[in-house]
């Protein structure tokens, strides 16, 4: 019996020949991400010896620029850290800030066939990558920079092939809402897609999907290797790496088929996303203060040219604010290139430097008690992005520009005629 | 670690429903407080004042997916908050190794809920992976948690081997 890819990669790193669901197994960590939360006062803990600094990436992110003198001090103790140690791939404030995940695919930092750990949780990200990308815990990151590997233990599989064509106006984000609503969650599962969408799907429309995966609890997402996802890291790396395929005997626990031509767009209600997607028009015309492009999930390129797309020359309506927050500095300088930031800013949205921002709750574009947001980002818990009595319904970057035009949740269709 | 050598605890219990995230346990307003001030806002927002009524030695019993979300470091609270234990029907991936790291221990136990109710006293073998309601009687096994995994959790977590090793530095305090 043969080995899903997440099985392979996971044996490869191990020196096992084989991995099986169950299993605990230790493995070689290539690349070791820390984040500005790891440095707060009540988090860190003083790392006396790294094992490698090649192998570190320290990124600012959470709180970028800082928002309080917490985070202030934490991207201080960041400075330090990156001289102390030598570390050479560092993510200040500047022009290479942006969000950990982000950055990973900007970077070529995850490579496929490899193990890559951050402590947060949308960590899995980097599956797109065919790489077995993990969240893990402040002590687990703290633990892999002083010994270079880490723990896991080994779920089973999930198999979705992708077919067809998304039709105009639905995007990966609608697909994600359609399996979270459909199968709910896959906790202690590993997800492998793979199929004959793969061709018609970009790198970012690919790794919103793998990115979401943490909304899904699942332990790992890869994508299987293809020739767009190999020349995507070639161009962006010189180090050698070996993509893993899953063999063609793989167990899995169940292979599921997605018709990409079937989908249309969909919208999370408030709290959870686990089984609660409706399709956008049983919720159209819910009254909205404020709607948010952004997030590991929805910062990129293509998000920003869909909300350019949709908002130019249009108005966003006087009783919405729509805020729009690029996954990188790289991501923000293409879209000013490009005119998609013109676009939004003239509409009346409002462009935020690359962050998490309001996707985490924590700066620019706190929800207040009783607000009603719609976002693009990545979870919708209670309290997530401000208050505890504050909504917040998911959707894909076209819902939410839409929603922001009319003030109301509206469907994104009438812009793709 | 307060458990004996063959660690077994038994408290009060206190229910917690499916899908319980981790920005219920540990809201973003406490994430930035310290360490000591963190528990006391654990289900702040879905069950306000609950954790002034937890006492030491108190067992919780979660629903599905227990400790969904992110990483941040929930399970502290939760034993900083005097709990003994989780025992849920079962546990998110990334929240149990915190709970491993953080020495919280944590069991996954299928059908844990049905023999439980809340105030009810429970018994936790944590090595024998097994939970008994002494009330009723009714009993509900667990799956076992892996031998390295039991060894770091009985270390005190991961810190404290990191400490030994002279990996990283014992905290100030
Ligand atoms: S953008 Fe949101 S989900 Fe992504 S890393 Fe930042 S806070 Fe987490």
């Known amino acids: ?417 | 670690m307060t458990a004996d050598e063959t660690m077994v605890f038994r408290g009060r219990v206190w229910v917690a429903g499916d899908n319980i995230n981790t920005d219920l346990i540990l809201p973003i307003q406490a994430y930035y407080l310290t360490i000591a001030e963190q528990p006391k806002w654990v289900f702040s927002a879905n069950r306000p004042g609950w954790s002034d009524e937890v006492r030491k030695g108190d067992i919780l019993i979660g629903g599905k997916n227990f400790g969904m979300g992110s990483s941040r470091p929930a399970a502290r609270s939760l034993k900083n908050l005097g709990l003994a234990c989780v025992v849920a029907e079962s546990i998110n991936g990334l929240f149990y190794r915190n709970a491993v790291n953080f020495a919280f221990p944590a069991l996954e136990a299928p059908g844990v809920s049905e023999i439980f109710e809340e105030g009810d006293s429970a018994e936790v073998f944590f090595e024998a992976f097994r939970v008994r309601n002494p009330t009723s009687g009714k009993e509900c096994s667990a799956g076992a948690m892996p031998v390295p995994l039991l060894n770091i959790l009985k270390a005190g977590g991961i810190y404290p081997l990191l400490e030994k090793e002279g990996k990283i530095a014992p905290l100030a305090s």
């Open chain 1, 1 to 417: 019996m043969g080995m899903t890819a997440i099985e392979k990669i996971l044996a490869r790193n191990g020196d096992l020949k084989l991995v099986r669901p169950g299993d605990v197994v230790t493995v070689r960590v290539e690349t070791s991400i820390l984040f500005d939360n790891n440095l707060m006062d009540s988090v860190w803990r003083d790392i006396l010896e790294v094992h490698d600094p090649s192998k570190v990436v320290v990124v600012f992110d959470h709180r970028a620029p800082a928002a309080h003198v917490l985070s202030a001090k934490g991207h201080k103790r960041g400075r330090e850290f990156v001289k102390k140690f030598g570390i050479t791939r560092f993510h200040d404030i500047g022009r290479e800030q942006g969000i950990s995940h982000v950055l990973v695919a900007d970077y070529g930092y995850g490579l496929p066939g490899t193990v890559l750990i951050c402590s947060d949780s949308h960590t899995c990200s980097a599956g797109v990558f065919n790489v077995a990308a993990r969240g893990v815990g402040s002590p687990d990151i703290t633990y892999s920079i002083c010994k270079g590997e880490t723990w896991f233990r080994v779920g089973e599989t999930i198999r979705y092939d992708l077919e067809g064509t998304l039709p105009p106006g639905v995007f990966t984000k609608d697909l994600f809402l359609h399996m979270a609503g459909r199968y709910g969650n896959h906790a202690t599962m590993n997800i492998e897609f793979g199929g004959s969408a793969l061709p018609g799907l970009s790198m970012n429309a690919r790794r919103t999907i793998t990115t979401m995966g943490a909304e899904l609890s699942v332990e790992f997402a890869t994508f299987e290797p293809d020739g767009i996802m190999l020349d995507y890291v070639r161009a962006r790396t010189g180090q050698p790496f070996e993509p893993q395929w899953p063999d063609a005997d793989a167990n899995y626990l169940d292979r599921r088929t997605i018709k990409l031509d079937d989908l249309e767009p969909l919208v999370a209600l408030p709290d959870t996303v686990l089984n609660n997607s409706r399709s956008v028009g049983e919720v159209a015309g819910t009254a909205i203060d404020q709607a948010f492009i952004g997030s590991c999930a929805n910062g990129t390129l293509d998000d920003f040219a869909i909300a350019a797309r949709i908002l130019g020359g249009k108005r966003v309506s006087p009783n919405t604010r729509l805020i729009v927050t690029p996954g990188t500095q790289n991501i923000y300088r293409e879209a000013m290139r490009l005119g998609y930031v013109q676009a939004i800013v003239d509409a009346g949205g409002v462009v935020t430097n690359a962050t998490c921002g309001a996707c985490g709750g924590g700066s620019l574009g706190v929800l207040g008690p009783g607000e009603t947001c719609i976002t693009a980002s990545t979870r919708n818990f209670k309290g997530r992005m401000g208050d505890p009595s504050a909504r917040i319904f998911m959707a894909s970057p076209a819902t939410v520009a839409a929603s922001a035009i009319s003030g109301k949740i509206a469907s994104p269709m009438e812009y793709f005629q």
